[in-house]
């Protein structure tokens, strides 16, 4: 099937939230490489995310990391936002940069740790109050290195209290989201390893509590969408952090690794109601720029979801289901692969056009002397995670 235009009123109302950590210097643990132009501050990292979203029409909030992002007048960040046509998302909170934390946070074995860990998640909160964010990320990279380090059974135990006391501090309207990760960076057991685990905290927790899909996080072969679909079935599905990998948790740009697995994740993304206003899915990068350009790497990684998006609407579903009804092994495999090989591209880039947007947003950038100007104006831009 064709792109319709009903089609593209769904993609219109796409929003794909950009993380300020993505605009920062990143790197790995061998070496971080120093881009020019970078940010100096959280207030331009909102700068770059907001010429993300002018030149794409999709990218219309940030995420902060808290400290990273932590500023004194949170008021003049939000201020800023807007005023550069943006707001401010997910607050996602950090416990795994300062030294208390070396054996792991709200799992600690120690409660003054734990303490001090859910005093930072109040603290987030506080953030997501003055900026208007409802959504406070939870990734915890705690656990432990080796077997019998610590009594797993009462770090999950742990883990309960510290969440149940810090979403008892949420407003009506604000909600956890508890991100999972199966390994790294402890190496023997994580607390919050898999769906799963994220799953039963959120359904001790409440309603308001859910599942974030980080596309990383999974070991390979895991069939990503089979839990897209059963986290949108049970209405559990917060957020997605959208990224590729090859090996481990590479941050790669989204559909750069594996553009048929973006296919079926947004697939069932569709056919759960993830794109309804109501769905409560929240759709954000979670990439790290180490090596290319970081404002390009963003603009890329929204046009790849959009056009993947594009094509899973191609998607003839009521052939789909017939064939499927038939009993059609074949045909109804084709039936999807058809739409997975659609080139949306040209209607696109025709669509922006319409939208006043420029056809080729990457284009429009490289011309645009945005780059050239902030590698004249920003000396001594800051390593992702360690701004402000
Ligand atoms: C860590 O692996 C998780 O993906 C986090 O969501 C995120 O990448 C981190 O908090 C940012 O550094
Ligand atoms: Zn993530
Ligand atoms: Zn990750």
């Not at 057991?189 to 898999?194: A, K, M, Q, R, S």
């Not at 996080?217 to 599905?237: D, K, S």
Request: charged content about 25%; glycine content about 8%.
């Amino acid at each position: 099937m064709e792109l319709t235009d009903e089609h593209l009123d769904t993609l219109a109302g796409l929003a794909i939230e950009v993380p300020s950590w993505a605009y920062g210097n990143s790197g790995t643990r061998f070496k971080v490489f120093a881009t020019p132009g970078v940010p100096r501050d959280p207030f331009e990292k909102i700068d770059d995310a907001a010429c993300v979203h002018a030149l794409t029409g999709l990218a219309p909030s940030v995420a902060l990391h808290i400290p990273w992002d932590q500023v004194d007048d949170v008021d003049a960040l939000t201020r800023h936002a807007a005023e550069r046509g943006v707001r401010i998302g997910t607050i996602n909170s950090n416990t795994f940069q300062d030294d208390i934390y070396k054996l792991g946070s709200l799992c600690h074995p120690d409660a003054g740790v734990r303490k001090a860990a859910v005093e930072h998640h109040l603290a987030c909160i506080d953030v997501m109050t003055a900026t208007g964010s409802s959504d406070l990320k939870i990734w915890l990279a705690d656990g432990t290195n080796y077997p019998g380090q610590d009594d797993l059974r009462a770090r999950q135990d742990r883990l309960t209290e510290g969440l149940a006391t810090i979403y008892a501090a949420l407003a009506p309207h604000q909600r956890l989201v508890l991100e999972y990760k199966f390994f790294e960076p402890a190496f023997y057991h994580t607390d919050v390893p898999d769906w799963g685990t994220s799953l039963t905290h959120c359904l001790a927790l409440g309603e308001r509590a859910r599942v974030c899909l980080d596309t990383g996080h999974h070991a390979p072969g895991t069939n990503i969408e089979f839990i897209v679909m059963q986290l949108l079935r049970l209405g559990r599905l917060g957020s997605f952090d959208f990224n590729s990998r090859f090996y481990a948790d590479d941050d790669l740009i989204v559909g750069a690794a594996d553009p048929f697995q973006l296919f079926r994740i947004l697939a069932e993304v569709v056919r759960g109601g993830g794109l309804e206003a109501d769905s409560g899915v929240v759709f954000m990068l979670d990439q790290c720029h180490n090596i290319e350009g970081k404002i390009p790497g963003q603009i890329r990684s929204v046009l790849n979801v959009v056009e993947m998006l594009a094509r899973v609407l191609c998607l003839d579903t009521a052939a789909l289901a017939e064939a499927q009804r038939r009993g059609d092994v074949l045909g109804a495999n084709q039936i999807l692969m058809d739409a997975f090989y659609t080139d949306v591209r040209p209607r696109l880039a025709q669509w922006r056009t319409e939208r006043g947007l420029p056809a080729d947003p990457m284009a429009a950038f490289l011309a645009s002397g945005y780059q050239e100007r902030i590698e004249r104006e920003r000396v001594g831009g800051v390593q992702a995670g360690w701004g402000a």
